[in-house]
Every structure is written in structure tokens, then in C-alpha cells.
């Protein structure tokens, strides 16, 4: 209980002292999460869409294998993406290894199945209502999955959320790409890992703190923009 209790001390005294360590980690850790999700949610809820509306042989294994690929091991991911940006890797002219790039590209990599299959189920129930009014129109495909994308919107932010909560948490793979260097790709997470380790409890509680507070803020924040409460949707 006196390390926790350390911990919420540090903690408050990191964010009322306006630390400038603590602030550079915590923008770094947003601007890596937040363009990975970006990148993600532009890939993905597109998929989620027309894997809902298209009709195609060895869909049913293609969606098996989305939802399969939800529980990717992070590490393993951060191993691939290591080999692919090495000198020796395909990428590796590019000199993305040990950058915030090669940490996004991961991000990217593991939260891309998470947010599309969730869209496709959420599409996919509002798809069954759409279905005849759509096809009576004669509307194109590109048509129906912008219209189901407009009117899912609020669905498919939860999907986007979802994928930031395991991004904004990741450590193991971004780790292994990102190197965990000072000033550069030091984020939250291998933050807590490296004091941890160093045996510093009550910082990387605090540090603990503050990523938990982050994580609940966005997600405060977003549901407010969306209005979701304001209009019955909780």
C-alpha cells in the first residue's frame, strides 16, 4: 500500500509541477497512438464495411481470419516489423528502425484487425436494415459503404476507441521497434517498464496513473464530442 500511495504522489506531483520529462512522453505517447489509429481506422472501417456487404467466395474464412488476427501477439508483430526496417530487411533503406515511425507502423499493424472486425459487426446488423432501400436505389458500392459508415458513426468510434485502449497500453512490440531511447521513442508504456525495472515503484506508478488518466480522458472526451449521452445513446 505505500508504494500505490508513493505512486498517486508522484503522480500528482508530475502533473501540478508540469514535469517537462512527463510531457514529453505523454505527447510522443499521444501522437504515436493517435496517428496510428488514424492510419488504422482509415484501413479498417472501410474493410469492416464491405466485408459486410460484399458476397465473396471464402468470406466467411476471410472474416474468420480478421477476427483471428484480433489476437495478434504484439511481440511478434514488433519482431516482423523489426526485420522488415533492419539494414539487412526489405524497408531498411528508409532508416525507419528506432523512430516514432517504426513504433506507428507496429501500432498500425496490431490494431488494424481490432477496429475492422469490430465494424463489421456493427455494420453488418446495420446493413441488414439498409439492405432493400439500398439495392432498390441501385446505389453503387462505394456508395453504400459511405452511407453505412455516416450512419454507423457512432459505432464505429467505439471501434476506433477500442483500438486506442490496446494501442495507448502497448509495450512489448514497441518496445522491440522503438528502442525505448530518451527524447526520441520513450513513450509511457516502456517508461513504466524501464523504472520498473530500475526499481523506481513509485514513479512508474505514477507514470501508471497518468497513462490511466489519458486513456479515460480521450475517451471522455470523444464520447462528448459525439454527444453520445445528450442524445440516449448509453
Known amino acids: 500500500m505505500t508504494e500505490i500511495w508513493e505512486g498517486m504522489k508522484a503522480a500528482v506531483w508530475l ?34 464495411a464491405l466485408l459486410a456487404i460484399q458476397r465473396f467466395r ?20 514488433g519482431l516482423i ?23 506507428i507502423i507496429a501500432q498500425v499493424i496490431i490494431i488494424t484487425p481490432l477496429i475492422a472486425s469490430i465494424a463489421h459487426q456493427a455494420i453488418r446488423d446495420l446493413w441488414a436494415e439498409y439492405h432493400d432501400l ?18 454507423g458513426r457512432r459505432a464505429l468510434m467505439t471501434a476506433s476507441l477500442a483500438g486506442f485502449g490496446r494501442a495507448i497500453g502497448e509495450v512489448g512490440a514497441i518496445m522491440i521497434v522503438g528502442g525505448n531511447i530518451d527524447n526520441a521513442t520513450r513513450v509511457l508504456t516502456t517508461a513504466i517498464a524501464l523504472e520498473t525495472g530500475k ?15 489519458l486513456a479515460i480522458f480521450v475517451n471522455l472526451a470523444i ?10 445513446r448509453w
Open 134 to 151: 439500398m439495392i432498390s436505389m441501385n446505389t453503387t458500392k462505394g456508395q453504400r459503404i459511405r452511407t453505412l459508415l455516416w450512419d
Open 81 to 103: 516489423v523489426y526485420l522488415m526496417l533492419s539494414r539487412s530487411g526489405p524497408f531498411g533503406v528508409f532508416g525507419l528502425l528506432f523512430t516514432p515511425a517504426a513504433m
Open 58 to 77: 471464402h468470406r466467411r474464412a476471410t472474416i474468420a481470419v480478421l477476427n483471428a488476427l484480433m489476437g495478434l501477439p504484439p511481440v511478434v508483430v
Open 15 to 48: 502533473i501540478v509541477t508540469l514535469d517537462p520529462e512527463l510531457i514529453d512522453i505523454t505527447l510522443r505517447s499521444l501522437q504515436v497512438t493517435v496517428t496510428a489509429v488514424v492510419i488504422a481506422s482509415a484501413i479498417a472501417l472501410p474493410l469492416g
Open 223 to 232: 464520447h462528448w464530442v459525439g454527444r453520445t449521452e445528450s442524445e440516449g
Open 199 to 213: 526499481g523506481d515503484f513509485g514513479l512508474a506508478l505514477g507514470l501508471g496513473f497518468v497513462l490511466i488518466g
